[in-house]
């Protein structure tokens, strides 16, 4: 029986002819084509963490928190201007104004930035503030907004799909390489699974970095904060992440002071400063073991 719209590995060729390894053999074997967003670069051997708040609430909640972030020895600040929220009751963010306090923490620390678009008519003003433009895991399949993101000149973070099969993530993806940006990096960020919600937000697939290695050339992050939803299993998640070979992590982090009635937005799975400085400092010794490996083997 033939079944419509079904699509598997095998058909990746076909439907990411730009994205997949088969079918540009340049990259072959395990090469990863890095990413630059600013003096950052993603897929060149140092796993580069990304940490801020989940919603930008305030310019002191906001400054504070990416002064930690670069104290921290972070190399990139999150933070979302625009949130989609299950619920429109909730707090939405702080829109124009976020994106503002965004460019200003940047700014001042010198760490790019990295934020959600949700909005195909918000794309133009994204891409002015942002130094990098995420697509979310709830945006993953809207098309129009992947081609216009491709046509915005800036690195895009592609969060995958919480339900999304990995032909459909490269899917979206070659829809932004389709626009002639191949600046993309991959997030797995959990999907929802038996146990969704039972004991965790999502199910963190980290068997999809090897399956995104053997496919593609993109580099891929991972995002310890949404895919567990729960505080005290992000750093358990982000050591594991690396094992898996990750190319870096993006974490959502609060900090008593500023967010003084706690976060707005997911608080249950921020972590604290010190949380941050201990898997920085698990990704900069796994960095120099892995040097010091190839080191030894005549790899390097
Ligand atoms: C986020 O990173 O702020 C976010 C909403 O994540 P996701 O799209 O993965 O749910
Ligand atoms: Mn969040």
């Known amino acids: 029986m033939k079944i419509a719209g079904k699509v598997t590995i095998d058909d990746l060729p076909r439907i990411c002819p730009l994205l997949s390894r088969k079918t540009n053999p340049r990259y072959g074997g395990d090469y990863v084509r890095a990413v630059a967003v600013g003096e950052v670069w993603f897929g060149k051997g140092h796993p580069v963490v990304i940490a801020g708040p989940c919603a930008v609430e305030s310019y002191e909640q906001t400054m504070e928190l990416a002064g930690i972030v670069k104290a921290s020895g972070g190399d990139m600040l999150r933070g979302g201007a625009f949130k989609p929220r299950t619920s429109p009751h909730e707090f939405q963010g702080l829109g124009l104004e976020g994106l503002k306090i965004l460019r200003a923490a ?47 000149g800036k690195p895009v973070l592609l969060k995958r799909g919480m339900a999304a099969s990995l032909c459909e993530w490269l899917g979206a993806a070659e829809y932004i390489a389709k626009e002639g940006n191949l600046e993309i990096v991959l997030c797995e960020r959990g999907i929802k699974g038996p146990t969704f919600a039972e004991y965790s937000r999502y199910c963190l697939d980290l068997n999809v970095i090897p399956a995104v290695r053997e496919q593609t050339f993109l580099p891929i992050i991972v995002d310890p904060s949404h895919a567990t939803g729960v505080t005290s299993m992000v750093e358990m998640a982000s050591r594991g992440a690396f094992e898996f070979g990750c190319d870096g992590l993006i974490i959502e982090i609060a900090n008593d002071r500023v967010d003084a009635s706690r976060p707005k937005c997911d608080a249950d799975q921020a972590i604290d400063p010190p949380a941050l400085r201990r898997i920085i400092h698990f990704a900069r010794s796994r960095e120099e073991r892995l040097a010091e490996k190839a080191t030894v083997a005549g790899w390097a």
């Open 106 to 152: 940047s700014d001042k620390t010198g760490l790019p930035v990295v934020t959600e678009v949700i909005d195909v008519r918000l794309v133009d003003v994204v891409a002015e503030y942002a130094d990098m433009i995420q697509v979310g895991s709830r945006s993953m399949q809207n098309y129009p907004l992947l081609t216009e993101v491709g046509r915005a």
